[in-house]
């Protein structure tokens, strides 16, 4: 039994997930605070422990290796009300399974706890090379849950941009992450992609390197990106003779969404450049 334990003392999110997992005929329970926690793990094992969102990460990080002292394999969920980056690369450090800070989202919380319930190969599947605040840079396993765990310790690390950016910048991230793992990787665990996130005074940077011989624009007929402009849609017919799942959007979302986005000519390698302020690629050029 994959049993989730979430930590709620009158916080809305921890209902709202809980009621969530509960949709999803997730075995939950839920503890009154800190000391009803490590209480309940005394008592018995849980697979997943969501933290509660009003303590800082700083709290659940010491709360996290007080429950580990108890449950050595426990994963485990940040929800916190702030960050840092040396707070983000410490749960990172700490093998936090995930960490969020506000705006929440039940859903994918929910979904991410639930996957976490019956990872079996979590623990190495994110090793961490560079922890530097200003340039942290990882190997991370050709796993959709990695990814999707990799991709919650990189929206704290691109907090400093306004929200509207970093969810611009998250969601190019996302799509090149994916794209990485699954057509440079096939999603095989044994195979690692690279990924360095980089802030400087200006803009945030994301590099991610994949480990196949890369590709040709000309060679991808089954993306969005490489439509002819007066047949948007060619791609969907490529994809379908190939027998490939719906999609191809990937790189052209990517592209719309960031300042600059660089491949290297095998295209194996990418940069996804955003900057703090809005006006900054415009003044640049004008100033050239």
């Not at 990937?250 to 295209?267: K, P, Q, Y």
Request: hydrophobic residues 45%; glycine residues 6%.
């Amino acid at each position: 039994m994959n049993r989730i334990l979430i930590i709620s003392s009158g916080c809305d999110i921890s209902s709202e997930v809980g009621a969530v997992l509960s949709a999803m005929e997730a075995p939950v329970e839920h503890a009154a605070g800190h000391a009803d926690a490590l209480r309940q793990l005394r008592l018995r094992a849980f697979d997943v422990v969501i933290t509660n969102c009003e303590k800082g990460m700083k709290e659940d990080l010491a709360l996290l290796a007080e429950m580990r002292s108890i449950r050595p394999g426990l994963k485990c969920i940040l929800l916190a009300r702030t960050s840092t980056p040396d707070e983000v690369i410490a749960a990172m450090q700490g093998h936090a399974f995930a960490c969020y800070t506000p705006p929440f989202n039940a859903g994918e919380i929910a979904r991410v706890a639930l996957s976490a319930a019956t990872d079996g190969d979590w623990k190495n599947d994110i090793e961490i090379l560079s922890a530097a605040p200003e340039w942290v840079s990882v190997r991370a396993q050709c796993r959709l849950i990695t990814a999707e765990r990799l991709l919650t310790f990189e929206r704290e690390l691109s907090a400093r941009l306004p929200e509207e950016r970093r969810r611009q910048m998250m969601q190019a991230f996302r799509e090149i992450l994916l794209n990485a793992m699954e057509h440079g990787a096939a999603f095989d665990p044994e195979q690692m992609v690279e990924v360095i996130a980089i802030r400087t005074a200006r803009s945030f940077v994301f590099y991610v390197r994949d480990p196949g011989g890369g590709f040709r624009h000309e060679r991808l007929k089954h993306a969005a990106i490489a439509n002819p402009p007066d047949d948007p849609v060619a791609h969907v017919l490529e994809r379908e003779k190939e027998g490939m799942r719906p999609g191809g959007y990937g790189l052209l979302v990517a592209r719309g969404t960031v300042d600059e986005l660089i491949f290297n000519e095998s295209g194996n390698e990418v940069l996804l450049i955003k900057y703090v302020q809005d006006g900054y690629v415009r003044d640049r050029a004008g100033s050239a």
